[in-house]
Protein backbone atom coordinates (compact mmCIF):
# COMPACT_ATOMS: atom_id res chain seq x y z
CA UNK A 1 0.00 0.00 0.00
CA UNK A 2 1.18 3.21 -1.10
CA UNK A 3 0.39 7.19 0.95
CA UNK A 4 -0.32 9.01 -1.97
CA UNK A 5 -0.05 13.17 -2.18
CA UNK A 6 -2.29 14.97 -4.21
CA UNK A 7 -1.93 18.33 -5.33
CA UNK A 8 -4.29 20.12 -3.32
CA UNK A 9 -3.14 17.68 -0.15
CA UNK A 10 0.49 18.89 -1.16
CA UNK A 11 -0.89 22.53 -0.72
CA UNK A 12 -2.27 22.41 2.76
CA UNK A 13 0.88 20.52 3.71
CA UNK A 14 3.10 23.17 2.89
CA UNK A 15 1.10 25.37 4.69
CA UNK A 16 0.80 23.25 7.95
CA UNK A 17 4.50 23.06 7.73
CA UNK A 18 4.78 26.91 7.26
CA UNK A 19 2.45 27.54 9.65
CA UNK A 20 4.95 25.57 12.06
CA UNK A 21 8.21 27.13 11.46
CA UNK A 22 6.14 30.32 11.87
CA UNK A 23 4.62 29.27 15.30
CA UNK A 24 8.16 28.07 16.68
CA UNK A 25 9.63 31.75 16.45
CA UNK A 26 11.96 30.80 13.49
CA UNK A 27 12.48 33.49 10.70
CA UNK A 28 14.83 31.82 8.37
CA UNK A 29 16.47 34.22 5.83
CA UNK A 30 17.08 31.70 3.72
CA UNK A 31 15.44 28.67 2.26
CA UNK A 32 17.16 25.84 0.62
CA UNK A 33 15.59 23.13 -1.31
CA UNK A 34 17.25 19.67 -1.42
CA UNK A 35 17.07 18.90 -5.24
CA UNK A 36 15.16 17.47 -7.13
CA UNK A 37 12.59 16.27 -4.14
CA UNK A 38 12.46 19.15 -2.15
CA UNK A 39 12.42 21.77 -5.01
CA UNK A 40 8.48 22.41 -4.51
CA UNK A 41 7.73 21.65 -1.34
CA UNK A 42 10.63 24.47 -0.63
CA UNK A 43 8.94 26.99 -3.06
CA UNK A 44 5.89 26.42 -1.41
CA UNK A 45 6.98 26.67 1.88
CA UNK A 46 9.08 29.71 1.50
CA UNK A 47 6.04 32.02 -0.71
CA UNK A 48 3.69 31.17 2.22
CA UNK A 49 6.16 32.41 4.60
CA UNK A 50 7.31 35.48 2.06
CA UNK A 51 10.89 34.48 2.15
CA UNK A 52 12.37 35.58 -1.16
CA UNK A 53 15.79 34.15 -0.78
CA UNK A 54 16.25 30.92 -1.79
CA UNK A 55 18.99 27.98 -2.61
CA UNK A 56 19.50 24.45 -3.98
CA UNK A 57 21.56 22.15 -2.64
CA UNK A 58 21.80 18.95 -5.02
CA UNK A 59 21.87 15.49 -3.51
CA UNK A 60 21.63 12.34 -5.49
CA UNK A 61 20.83 8.97 -3.18
CA UNK A 62 17.76 7.48 -4.92
CA UNK A 63 18.32 5.70 -8.18
CA UNK A 64 15.36 4.13 -8.48
CA UNK A 65 12.03 3.30 -6.28
CA UNK A 66 13.05 2.00 -3.03
CA UNK A 67 16.45 1.98 -4.41
CA UNK A 68 19.52 3.88 -3.50
CA UNK A 69 22.92 4.80 -3.81
CA UNK A 70 25.44 3.59 -1.37
CA UNK A 71 25.80 6.93 -0.02
CA UNK A 72 24.10 10.40 -1.06
CA UNK A 73 26.24 12.27 -3.65
CA UNK A 74 26.24 16.21 -3.44
CA UNK A 75 26.13 16.83 -7.30
CA UNK A 76 27.32 20.30 -9.25
CA UNK A 77 26.20 23.39 -9.56
CA UNK A 78 27.39 23.77 -5.97
CA UNK A 79 25.63 26.01 -3.51
CA UNK A 80 27.46 29.40 -2.56
CA UNK A 81 28.03 28.54 0.96
CA UNK A 82 29.58 32.63 1.58
CA UNK A 83 26.31 33.45 1.14
CA UNK A 84 25.31 31.33 3.79
CA UNK A 85 27.62 32.91 7.18
CA UNK A 86 25.30 34.44 9.77
CA UNK A 87 22.52 33.18 8.15
CA UNK A 88 19.44 31.05 9.50
CA UNK A 89 18.83 28.60 6.81
CA UNK A 90 15.62 26.29 6.88
CA UNK A 91 16.72 23.53 5.01
CA UNK A 92 13.49 21.71 3.32
CA UNK A 93 12.94 18.47 1.27
CA UNK A 94 10.22 16.14 0.52
CA UNK A 95 10.79 12.97 2.70
CA UNK A 96 13.24 11.79 5.86
CA UNK A 97 13.66 8.29 4.64
CA UNK A 98 16.37 6.93 5.67
CA UNK A 99 17.53 10.68 6.94
CA UNK A 100 21.02 10.31 5.19
CA UNK A 101 20.49 13.12 2.73
CA UNK A 102 18.75 15.46 5.25
CA UNK A 103 22.29 14.25 7.18
CA UNK A 104 24.92 14.65 5.07
CA UNK A 105 23.08 18.13 4.04
CA UNK A 106 22.70 19.45 7.66
CA UNK A 107 26.44 18.76 8.40
CA UNK A 108 27.50 20.52 5.29
CA UNK A 109 25.26 23.69 6.05
CA UNK A 110 25.52 24.01 9.26
CA UNK A 111 29.63 24.80 9.59
CA UNK A 112 28.32 28.08 7.86
CA UNK A 113 25.12 29.38 8.94
CA UNK A 114 24.19 30.88 12.17
CA UNK A 115 21.57 28.30 12.65
CA UNK A 116 19.96 25.28 10.58
CA UNK A 117 16.61 23.92 10.77
CA UNK A 118 14.91 21.32 8.69
CA UNK A 119 11.51 20.60 7.48
CA UNK A 120 9.89 17.84 5.82
CA UNK A 121 6.11 16.90 4.29
CA UNK A 122 6.77 13.04 5.61
CA UNK A 123 9.07 11.84 7.86
CA UNK A 124 9.43 7.79 7.84
CA UNK A 125 9.61 5.96 11.64
CA UNK A 126 13.58 5.29 10.44
CA UNK A 127 14.80 7.90 9.63
CA UNK A 128 18.17 8.72 11.38
CA UNK A 129 17.62 12.53 11.68
CA UNK A 130 14.38 14.24 13.09
CA UNK A 131 13.69 17.16 10.82
CA UNK A 132 12.73 20.04 13.20
CA UNK A 133 9.56 19.94 11.00
CA UNK A 134 7.28 17.67 9.21
CA UNK A 135 3.38 17.24 8.11
CA UNK A 136 3.00 13.73 8.64
CA UNK A 137 4.59 10.56 9.11
CA UNK A 138 4.41 7.34 7.54
CA UNK A 139 6.40 4.25 6.83
CA UNK A 140 4.49 3.74 3.39
CA UNK A 141 6.35 4.70 -0.06
CA UNK A 142 4.84 7.87 -0.42
CA UNK A 143 3.52 9.38 -4.49
CA UNK A 144 3.84 12.40 -4.65
CA UNK A 145 2.43 14.25 -7.24
CA UNK A 146 5.73 16.13 -9.25
CA UNK A 147 6.77 12.16 -9.34
CA UNK A 148 4.45 9.79 -9.93
CA UNK A 149 4.09 10.07 -13.24
CA UNK A 150 6.48 8.23 -16.03
CA UNK A 151 8.90 10.58 -17.29
CA UNK A 152 8.50 11.98 -20.36
CA UNK A 153 10.71 10.44 -23.20
Avoid: C, Q
Amino acid sequence: MREVLTWDTFGTAAREVAADVVGSGYRPDIVIAIARGGLIPAGAIAYAMGIKASGTLNVEFYSDIEETLPDPVVLEPLLDTNALVDKKLLVVDDVADSGRTLDLVLDLLTVHASEVRSAVIYTKPRTVVAPDYSWRETDRWIDFPWSSLPTIR
